[in-house]
């Protein structure tokens, strides 16, 4: 068959798989860090999980998005997504402590949409999706888009250093974190991780970019609800004035 027709019922399938994510996650909560609980078979390391389900996303976009000769402007959107996605895979397991094992269940889940979003993705750069050269630099969707992608990440990685720090070497407790955005969401990191993304599908301009960040509100915007109800059941003394992932609003 040929690949772009099956390019386009796997983007079809991405915006489904989003629909279905987000009406599964609102009544069950993924079972990983402090939602963890028994029933989802075998564990493994949560570093180790962290390096084997992210790392396919920086590998596939590189290889799928190579196959074609990039040109200069989906080379700039591909060092963006690099800069992204080896941090997630290679950096940040290392700044979390040792914490809850991970199901195996749940690694092998986050693996497979990885290789999945990777591959439209990538593609999505230099194939099937719109050909951006140098004159895209220029253009008011490149420089928002790139704006929001980078302030979402400052924002995702202020918060997710904040947390790295709550704990002493070998203890796996939970405290309420305190600084930066915290102050007002119980998940800056997830606000910021959703700002990146849209910021992504606004400089790609790309429909596979934006199901992605469709997907990535879908995930964690209901983790983000069960963390912020959480939180105000396990601390009497937690922050009134905190919303879960959306200053002021949610
Ligand atoms: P969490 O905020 O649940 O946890 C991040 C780390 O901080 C974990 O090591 C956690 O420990 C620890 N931690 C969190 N809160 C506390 C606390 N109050 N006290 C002490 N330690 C705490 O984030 P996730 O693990 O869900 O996600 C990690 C990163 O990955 C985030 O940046 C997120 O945006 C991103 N991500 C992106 C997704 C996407 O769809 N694009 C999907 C999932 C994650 P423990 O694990 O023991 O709870």
Partial sequence: MDEAIIYDC??????????LTVAILLFRTAAYGRHSEPGWGP???NRLG????????SITVALVSTMEKPNIGALVLLLMWEIHYIHRAFIFP???SKGTPMPIS??????????YNGY???????RFGPNHDASWFSDPRFLVGVTMFFTGMAVNLHADRILAKLRPPGDKGYYIPQGGLFRWLSCPNYFGEMVEWFGWAIATWSLPGLAFAIYTVANLAPRALAHH???????????KERRAFIPYLI
């Fill in 43 to 45: 564990t493994l390391p």
């Fill in 94 to 96: 290392f700044w979390m």
């Fill in 10 to 19: 796997l983007l079809i399938g991405m915006y489904l798989l989003a629909a």
């Fill in 120 to 126: 439209l993705n990538g593609r999505g750069l230099t």
């Fill in 106 to 115: 749940i690694a092998a889940m986050a693996f497979c949409f990885n290789l």
């Fill in 229 to 239: 109800r959480w939180y105000q059941r396990k601390f009497d003394n937690y922050p």
């Fill in 50 to 57: 962290w390096i084997l389900m992210e790392s396919p996303a």
